[in-house]
């Protein structure tokens, strides 16, 4: 394939161009209670092209290799009409080429196991929920992806990389009388089958979450002292902080890149912030980014002053950055945007006991259910929490959700934990105005310690 896509180079006199191939192999095992409601394979084939000439960028999609030649015509035209009808100045920030080969090392590799044996697998944990009589049903779901991708481009650049996903996820849903409640589960989202294995204990504890909750009350609106666990801190970063340092915006979007500018400070001196492709089982590592860049750490925050934005090479060229190696999409049908790794919040130094038990009132929160940002603001719901009592926890919380300024609450941390740990959910949907689409990738992950916030606005869903 490499030396096909390297073909198609020739058929234009662009000052950069680039092919990228994409073949996909995906299977889904859906379970609903006891029954399996699903078994299905699929596969797809794809590429995609880009060229830079007369200071416009454009992007072809292809189904076939032999479409190729033609794909890369349009890119050209596209690319010249963009330029000279547009005033647009676009380019690259340099890159050394980089010929390279990556294979999915798992120690058991999902491939090796049969398919009997990944359905057993799920109707075992799903057998496991509903044995506590108030769970009333499961929806679970086995997932498998082999994605093998080839790029290459004009600068001499030839990866190819395989990348294997593998996770079972899903709801567990308990019901008392009218009340229904539900807890999200997931496990795995790595290349290696061995992290779905002998996960009963977390499972079980899933399940009785989803009972606990069925007691639960909905929390007083107000301002609180709150403890987030390391899932919700997690999706907070992500939500309030990530997108804001996703630099495609920042080239064109004068008021946002006034908002946050190098050198800002945003928390306090021990609030680190990374962004790291590079972490071994991770749900958001890869090798390569979709322009042949390699995945990076990316320090966004260092010591509460924002430091670097994650880049492309066309947004790095605007912000006189480097390229990061977080240029991607979710598939060859869609323009990549500048799209998070693994996100975190860096360790800290406090004892998560210590930190519950010095707190006099306030609350500690779990999980995360999304959220979205506009701007400077946040929103976003946590799966469930307790109300904290002179430093004790006390009655569980649902229907929760925080708001507020993500540079007024990211200021408000007072306190971070040693507990630094990466979710197993992975994920993330963007969308940009001007492309009118919503991208879903899956190789997106978050981390954090718990972490404490003062004066912060918690509401009911």
């Not at 902080?241 to 495609?248: A, C, K, M, T």
């Not at 519950?356 to 701007?375: A, E, F, H, R, V």
Request: with cysteine; glycine share 10%; net charge negative.
């Amino acid at each position: 394939m490499i030396q096909i896509l390297k073909s198609g180079l020739s058929h234009t006199d662009g000052i950069y161009s680039e092919a990228r191939f994409e073949n996909s192999e995906n299977l889904t095992v859906r379970m609903t209670g006891s029954k399996i409601a699903e078994v299905s394979h699929n596969n797809f084939k794809g590429g995609i092209t880009r060229v830079l000439k007369d200071g416009g960028l454009a992007y072809t999609s292809f189904s076939n290799p032999e479409n190729l030649k033609d794909a890369m015509k349009n890119s050209e035209k596209s690319a010249s009409i963009l330029g000279k009808h547009t005033g647009l100045k676009e380019s690259l920030a340099a890159y050394k080429p980089v010929k390279d080969n990556v294979k999915a090392t798992p120690e058991i590799d999902p491939r090796t196991i049969s398919l009997e044996e990944k359905v057993e697998l799920l109707k075992k944990y799903s057998a496991l929920c509903m044995e506590n009589p108030k769970v009333q049903t499961t929806n679970l779901v086995y997932q498998e992806t082999v994605n093998n991708e080839t790029f290459v481009n004009s600068e001499g650049s030839e990866i190819s990389q395989e990348i294997l996903l593998c996770r079972i996820a899903g709801t567990i849903i308990s019901r008392d009388g009218n009340r229904i409640e539900q807890v999200r589960i997931s496990l795995g989202f790595d290349e290696d089958f061995g992290k779905l294995l002998n996960r009963e204990d977390i499972v079980e504890k899933r399940a009785g979450l989803a009972v606990d909750l069925l007691n639960a009350e909905s929390p007083n609106e107000g301002l609180y002292t709150v403890i987030c666990d390391p899932d919700l801190a997690g999706i907070f970063v992500h939500e309030a902080f990530g997108h804001l340092s996703e630099s495609d915006h920042l080239a064109s979007n004068i008021p946002i890149r006034e908002m946050i500018p190098i050198g800002k400070v945003i928390g306090p001196e021990y609030l680190n912030i990374i962004d790291d492709a590079t972490i071994p089982g991770a749900p958001g590592t890869y090798a390569y980014d979709h322009e042949g860049v390699a995945g990076s750490r990316t320090s966004v925050v260092t010591n509460g002053v924002i430091s670097d934005y994650i880049c492309s090479r066309n947004s790095a060229y605007h912000l006189d950055r480097k390229p990061t190696g977080n240029f991607r999409s979710s598939d060859y049908r869609f323009s990549p945007f500048v799209r998070m790794s693994n996100i975190f919040i860096d360790q800290g130094t406090c004892n998560v006991d210590e930190m519950i038990s010095n707190m006099p009132d306030g609350l500690y929160l779990c999980g995360g259910k999304g959220g979205q940002t506009l701007g400077d603001l946040f929103t976003f719901g946590a799966a469930y929490g307790y109300i904290v009592k002179n430093g004790k926890l006390g009655k569980m919380l649902t229907n929760l959700n925080i708001s507020g300024n993500i540079f007024d609450t990211m200021g408000n941390i007072v306190e971070i934990g040693s507990n630094l740990r990466f979710s197993e959910w992975g994920g993330c949907g963007k969308s940009r105005a001007e492309f009118y689409n919503i991208q879903m990738l899956s190789k997106s992950g978050t981390g954090s310690p718990s972490i404490k916030i003062n004066n912060v606005i918690v509401g009911g869903n």
